[in-house]
T-cell receptor, first 115, second 112 residues
């Protein structure tokens, strides 16, 4: 299995620009998560989907952030407009509903820098 | 509020044993997980405890005491490649597989 695939690996953009991060989960996994990692706040959950349906988006910072999962093999996280404080590593992760122990499988992340 | 407390850094020599403690205060508890993250890399799953006691996986073991809201990760026979950050994480909802509250992480530095 190829694991969770994220693109791009690095993104540098100017404040005010739109940024789109992409994720392909592991085939067969029912859950998809978007996490953000910063030095100040650590790993924090932004949103997660179950069977392509958003379940909990309470971690999404504000209306500038949106996420979609149009099918079981693809998800996007969009920031519009981007701000310097959005600079972070964004991880996508997936897991299978196999019982109470369903580890997260993380992608390699997208390092976003907003100048 | 919800919190997970773990030490920020631990330094040890190759071959030694390191214990990383994690105390948690969360609205619900449905298991404690541990993840390893090397610099610039993705977090990877190490272990999971839903019930009290010790779980052993090779050189790594994890322990949980639900009555004390406490767990630890034990790294034995330390190797240089074990230098990484280690995160404890709590699942605080019963049916949300993988929705985790993460601690701030413990950086383990292994010296020769």
């Amino acid at each position: 299995d190829a694991g969770v695939i994220q693109s791009p690996r690095h993104e540098v953009t100017e404040m005010g620009q739109e940024v789109t991060l992409r994720c392909k989960p592991i085939s067969g996994h029912d859950y998809l998560f978007w996490y953000r990692q910063t030095m100040m706040r650590g790993l924090e959950l932004l949103i997660y989907f179950n069977n392509n349906v958003p379940i909990d988006d309470s971690g999404m910072p504000e209306d500038r952030f949106s996420a979609k999962m149009p099918n079981a093999s693809f998800s996007t996280l969009k920031i519009q407009p981007s701000e310097p404080r959005d600079s972070a590593v964004y991880f996508c992760a997936s897991s299978a509903q196999q019982g109470y122990n369903s580890p997260l499988h993380f992608g390699n992340g997208t390092r976003l820098t907003v100048t | 509020g919800q919190s997970l407390e773990q030490p920020s850094e631990v330094t040890a020599v190759e071959g030694a044993i390191v214990q990383i403690n994690c105390t948690y205060q969360t609205s619900g508890f449905y298991g404690l997980s541990w993840y390893q993250q090397h610099d610039g890399g993705a977090p990877t799953f190490l272990s999971y405890n839903a019930l009290d006691g010790l779980e052993e996986t090779g050189r790594f073991s994890s322990f949980l005491s639900r009555s004390d809201s406490y767990g630890y990760l034990l790294l034995q026979e330390l190797q240089m490649k074990d230098s990484a950050s280690y995160f404890c994480a709590v699942r605080d909802e019963p049916n949300s597989w993988g929705k985790l509250q993460f601690g701030a992480g413990t950086q383990v530095v292994v010296t020769p």
